[in-house]
């Protein structure tokens, strides 16, 4: 099975400032069609996870554009161009290449 | 609006079984692969199993491997999942996701509670 791996695990922000999280997986996630694998959920307190990017760097629909995903392979960032208050919660990356499918352990962000 | 609305969860022995249920609506549901993800009390979230459209392909995680089936009615757009042989450690919320065609998990629904307890 592929594992992933996240960082930081906690991740205290100020409101308006940016921020990063990086997810790690134990094989490659590029499909032969080109594409990474490889999606980023938010667990709201008390909510079902929704999906926020697919395919490494696409945003889900309604999504603001404030976040962003890159990366490649095995490395791959979500960034938070300014973080608002409304962006608490876990944040999961997971693969979808192959399954089993499986998540990362989620990085908590919450505001200072 | 898709909507998945899960149901069948509560309060079952060790070595006991439950199904769990999830109704679907707002989409055309045979055309996409369903998945059941899970998330024990103030845990992560872990992945449990998936099936194909036409119920042709089904993939678990090693964890719940011969005790725990998934399957699907497209007639009634419904998703199943019969839990057998239950362990204290299958404690969970279990969602009813949808797999998008570009993603792992477009929508989810609510979650239903099992706990495993003597």
């Known amino acids: 099975d592929i594992v992933m791996t996240q960082s930081p695990l906690s991740l205290p922000v100020t409101p308006g400032e940016p921020a990063s999280i990086s997810c790690r997986s134990s094989?490659?996630?590029?499909?032969?069609?080109?594409?990474?694998?490889l999606d980023w959920y938010l667990q709201k307190p008390g909510q079902s996870p929704k999906l926020l990017i697919y395919?490494?760097?696409n945003r889900a629909s309604g999504v603001p554009d404030r976040f962003s995903g890159s990366g490649s392979g095995t490395d791959f960032t979500l960034k938070i161009s300014r973080v608002e208050a409304e962006d608490v919660g876990i944040y999961y990356c997971?693969?979808?290449?192959?399954?089993?499918?499986?998540f990362g352990p989620g990085t908590k962000l919450d505001i200072k | 609006e898709v909507q998945l609305v899960e149901s069948g969860g509560g309060l079952v022995q060790p070595g006991g079984s439950l199904r769990l249920s999830c109704a679907a609506s707002?989409?055309?549901?045979?055309?996409?692969?369903m998945t059941w993800v899970r998330q024990a009390p103030g845990k992560g979230l872990e992945w449990v199993a998936n099936?194909?459209?036409?119920?042709?392909?089904?993939y678990y995680v090693d964890s719940v491997k011969g005790r725990f089936t998934i399957s699907r009615d497209n007639a009634k757009n419904s998703l199943y999942l019969q839990m057998n042989s239950l362990r204290v450690e299958d404690t969970a919320v279990y969602y009813c996701?949808?797999?998008?065609?570009?993603?792992?998990?477009?929508?989810w629904g609510q979650g239903t509670l099992v706990t495993v307890s003597s």
């Open positions: 395919l490494d760097s």
């Open positions: 707002g989409f055309t549901f045979s055309s996409y692969w």
């Open positions: 099936i194909k459209q036409d119920g042709s392909e089904k």
């Open positions: 996701v949808r797999e998008g065609i570009k993603c792992g998990a477009d929508y």
């Open positions: 094989q490659s996630l590029l499909h032969s069609n080109g594409y990474n694998y």
């Open positions: 997971m693969q979808a290449l192959q399954p089993p499918f499986t």
